[in-house]
């Protein structure tokens, strides 16, 4: 063993810039959350009185009661949207307007929110004036808006799933004679159940995190999460949202960390049969 | 009979492969292509003082077909400079916002990906989690740190370094520093993605024939990832292009960018036909990289 120690490579000491970037600012939200004092910037002691008055805001907390519907809906009509398409696009060959469709699926990862957001608008309004839907625009109207850009990204994660996934198992159930729809249902989506699951909190916290396309199709009714926070933090930094944002830190940590650990644990159990298959 | 009992499933099976295509298509094509006609018909529509605010473009009338197609939206959006001005602003602070994640973003997702196994997963999370909090918020972060009175200068100030606070806020400086820390996941991820497929005897071929690291790097590593290199700079490129949040909160007067001027033409001046055309023309400005980045991505769909 050497006493000279090693010095670190570069790209070790960018990722740990790159990490700290990414998390100081972060801690910043969240130690001045439990500041005494209104201004933000000077630290004036310990306080919760800012969370006592998050929970006190009946504006936010019916924000955040609609945006949680919001997303639960939009999340959920996403999976199925997107499963689909991915499934249809991995496993069905070539059929007509399959281009159309890969680009469909393709284009909202990158689309400027202010394109998306007024395009819909725009086809909201139309419709209103031919067919008399939607009368008014709100809850209902982000939940379209939400499940299309999110219904895009669930695609992408399950035909990810789907493209590693052995082929010959569903093949297998056909050539025994399981009709297609069983196949899927009873084969196919058991499989990629974990796929689906990151889909979904994936397009879950889209919805939530959503704030150019909601504004643009919300009428005056529905007030979500993030337009209560932009009217507010427009105005200037305000300790109630920092507030919210530890407790919106928190829960994401949470999530990541359970997830993190079930990830680890099954991928140690598959380890371990594995080495018991061998021996 | 047997045979005509498979006809009839075959035929059955054909329909309902019909059936299961047509409902993510019919609904993208409803939800997502055709409001971009829309798009494209408003904005050849004139302005008026109406609910909604705009003229029809087909009007029947004496037994004449009126057809209006105003192009006017268009000639006044190349007239005015502050729409052109706007348009380079967004461009130009992208491209220096998108070679800042690069820049960062490289080095992180090649050490992740010479990282040990056990480490990988965490590391990844750790990358991807603030994304998965709220956007809104890790913007809102920087206006405690970079404003006149905020963490910085107080530093700053507090340890005697200047004497005035500096002024970071509402500077093009600002609106960079947001759009980086708010994409620079998106960047590290596809990079990851790229790398650690990347095969590591190639490497050792390399030095094994002689090859010094940079060299290696260069002509070996570099080429490998370019895929990753893409679809990570299209990933933060576009969307920043029309970035919104980030302008209004850390951009100041100086920082004209197209997403926040289509926002006070739409929801300000309540222009939608101008609001329209200014969508269009950013489309246009985008379409090729878009296509770069479907063609990148579905080519890793379909492999």
Request: glycine share 6%; hydrophobic share 55%.
């Amino acid at each position: 063993m050497s006493l000279v120690r090693r010095r670190p490579h570069f790209s070790t000491v960018m990722l740990i810039i790159g990490l700290l970037f990414l998390y100081l600012p972060m801690a910043v939200l969240v130690v001045y959350s439990f500041n005494s004092s209104r201004l933000v910037t000077v630290w004036a002691g310990f306080s919760t009185q800012w969370y006592s008055a998050l929970f006190r805001d009946q504006q936010i907390l019916s924000a955040v009661w609609t945006s949680l519907k919001i997303a639960f809906f939009a999340a959920s009509m996403a999976v199925c949207l997107g499963t689909v398409a991915a499934f249809v696009m991995t496993r069905f060959g070539h059929f007509r307007g399959k281009t159309a469709l890969s680009s469909m699926v393709t284009a909202p990862l990158v689309m400027p929110e202010v394109i998306t957001g007024l395009s819909l608008l725009l086809l909201f309004v139309q419709m209103a004036q031919l067919t008399g839907w939607p009368a008014d625009r709100g809850a209902s109207t982000i939940w379209i808006a939400h499940t299309t850009f999110c219904s895009a990204y669930v695609a992408v994660v399950v035909a990810a799933r789907l493209r590693e996934l052995d082929s010959s198992i569903e093949e297998a159930a056909m050539d025994l004679g399981s009709p297609p729809l069983k196949t899927f249902f009873f084969v196919t989506l058991p499989i990629i159940s974990p796929a689906l699951a990151a889909g979904w909190l994936l397009a879950f916290t889209l919805s939530l995190d959503d704030l150019v396309i909601a504004s643009f199709v919300s009428g005056p009714g529905a007030n979500t999460l993030p337009m209560v926070v932009f009217s507010s933090v427009r105005m200037g930094v305000s300790p109630k949202i920092n507030a919210l944002a530890t407790l919106i830190i928190l829960t994401v940590s949470l999530a990541t960390f359970l997830a993190w650990y079930f990830m680890r644990r099954s991928e140690a159990k598959r380890q371990q049969s594995l080495k018991q298959d061998a021996s | 009979m047997m045979l005509s009992h498979l006809t009839a499933t075959l035929r059955r099976w054909q329909l309902g492969r019909r059936a299961v295509i047509a409902f993510p298509l019919v609904w993208l094509l409803l939800f997502f292509l055709l409001p971009f006609a829309l798009v494209l018909k408003i904005s050849l529509s004139q302005g008026a003082v109406a609910i909604p605010p705009y003229g029809p473009l087909v009007e029947y009338a004496d037994q004449t077909l009126n057809i209006f197609l105003n192009l006017g939206n268009y000639l006044f959006l190349l007239s005015d400079s502050l729409y052109v001005a706007a348009y380079w602003g967004s461009v130009k602070t992208a491209f220096i916002s998108t070679v800042v994640c690069l820049l960062i973003g490289y080095p992180m997702a090649y050490a992740m990906a010479r990282a040990p196994a056990r480490w990988q997963l965490l590391l990844l999370l750790l990358v991807m989690l603030p994304s998965w909090t709220s956007f809104l918020i890790r913007v809102y972060a920087w206006m405690g740190i970079l404003s006149n009175s905020g963490l910085i200068n107080n530093l700053l100030m507090g340890m005697g370094v200047i004497e005035t606070p500096l002024r970071m806020m509402n500077t093009q400086f600002a609106v960079v520093i947001g759009i980086v820390y708010a994409y620079l996941p998106f960047m590290v991820l596809p990079l990851y993605a790229h790398l650690t497929r990347l095969d590591n005897s190639l490497l050792e071929a390399a030095s094994d024939l002689g090859s010094r690291k940079l060299n290696t790097f260069i002509k070996v590593t570099l080429p490998l990832s370019m895929g990753g290199i893409i679809a990570g700079s299209m990933l933060v490129f576009i969307p920043a292009v029309g970035e919104f949040v980030i302008p209004e909160l850390l951009g100041g007067p100086d920082t004209l960018m197209i997403g926040k001027v289509l926002w006070e033409e739409f929801f300000l001046n309540r222009d939608w036909p101008i609001a329209s055309a200014l969508a269009m023309v950013m489309l246009l400005l985008l379409l090729v990289p878009i296509v770069w980045f479907h063609r990148y991505q579905s080519r890793e769909l379909e492999e």
